[in-house]
């Protein structure tokens, strides 16, 4: 989906960070309480890891200490991190050689673990049913990453209790349901992924209500309604992706005025009417994907000279007109795609036009130039 975005780094180091914190480090002080230990060992008989092993340290008396995955408070003895990740750079997946592979369920006992801050278990390809409902109990949850399993069912309905969680990723599962409205409660969340399942219904009204949010991943799913006007109202969103969803209406204007804003993923939707000026005139944004929806009208001629795009993507819309000569004068300008439009005139041959192959122009109404056939004269 293009470049890592800034948000994602930051994920990603942040949970890099937990599991060099948390994953087979043996943590002195006391050991852990035997609450805890029995609702690892339920959680434990509900998985079946049959090639890797992770479980095979779960043996001894203290799970505070050796067993893989499991962080505790040392004064307390209560678990405060499971990290369970099925692809890292861990040891035990490196001398395994392969990535992990797990089936069952996540058991309800999960939620007996009523100190712990974060739970990972992510990545294990084939692990299914639902999220448990009472995981909206563990208040001082801050970390909920379960991405790139077989789960199904809904989000619990109740998420917005969870008001200290930053990070929610349930990406590449089998999620069903709407968007829970509770979820805009969570003042906290710095970032979500809710990409590539089957998700439904629309986009809450009041999402923008999320003000720390710096990454919202909705993408591949099938939201439909119109996207709520409010997100322009989030001032730290960097990344928001909406793509290939069922979502109709127009592009609000208001994005626009999001200060970091610096990719927006809008393509294959129903989207309708033009491109808002002021959004191609957003200096920081980087990465804009319209594609594949029913976009109409002009290219707006709003480009300026801090205009800078890795990457623009205009294609299979409804787009009429000629070339903005603006984009003449943008800072950069990388990949562009504007076929499949009903654009038409004299390709420009200066930059970026200039280095762009015919791919990028190709099934428009009458553009003619390099790289396409020349014009009349």
């Known amino acids: 989906m293009g470049q890592v975005s800034t948000a994602l780094q930051a994920y990603r180091l942040f949970l890099l960070f937990v599991v060099l914190s948390s994953a087979g480090i043996s943590v002195s002080g006391a050991a852990c309480s035997d609450s805890d230990r029995a609702a690892l060992i339920e959680l434990k008989s509900g998985l079946t890891d049959p090639y890797i092993g992770v479980f095979s340290s779960w043996t001894s008396k203290d799970c505070c200490s050796g067993w893989y995955g499991v962080a505790c408070d040392p004064d307390t003895g209560r678990v405060t991190d499971l990290v369970l990740r099925g692809e890292s750079e861990d040891p035990i997946l490196t001398m395994a050689g392969r990535p992990g592979l797990m089936t069952g369920g996540i058991s309800p006992a999960v939620c007996r673990l009523d100190h712990i801050s974060t739970l990972v278990i ?215 795609d504007l076929s499949n439009n009903n654009l038409c005139g004299r390709i420009p041959t200066a930059s970026p036009f200039d280095r762009l192959d015919a791919s990028s122009f190709a099934n428009n109404d009458c553009l003619c130039g390099w790289p396409l056939q020349a014009c009349a004269s």
């Open 122 to 336: 992510a990545d294990w390809k084939q692990i299914s049913g639902p999220i448990p409902a009472c995981i909206t109990s563990l208040s001082s949850l801050r970390v909920l990453d379960l991405i790139g399993n077989r789960l199904t069912g809904s989000l619990p309905s109740n998420l917005g209790k969870l008001y200290h969680l930053a990070v929610l990723n349930v990406a590449d599962n089998q999620i069903t349901g709407p968007i829970p409205e509770s979820l805009t409660q969570m003042g906290s969340l710095m970032y979500l992924n809710l990409a590539n399942n089957q998700l439904s219904g629309s986009i809450p009204s009041d999402f923008g209500n999320l003000k720390m949010l710096s990454g919202a991943l909705l993408g591949r799913n099938r939201l439909s309604g119109v996207i709520p006007s409010s997100i322009g109202q989030m001032n730290r969103l960097a990344d928001l992706d909406l793509a290939e969803n069922q979502i109709w209406g127009s592009i609000p204007a208001s994005l626009a005025s999001m200060p970091v804003l610096s990719s927006l993923y809008l393509g294959s939707n129903r989207l309708t009417g033009g491109i808002p000026a002021v959004l191609l005139g957003n200096k920081g944004l980087g990465i804009l994907n319209l594609s594949r929806n029913a976009i109409e009208g002009p290219i707006p001629d709003a480009f300026t000279s801090i205009s800078y795009f890795t990457t623009l993507d205009l294609s299979y819309n409804k787009l009429t007109g000629d070339l903005p000569k603006t984009l003449l004068t943008a800072a950069y300008v990388g990949h562009i």
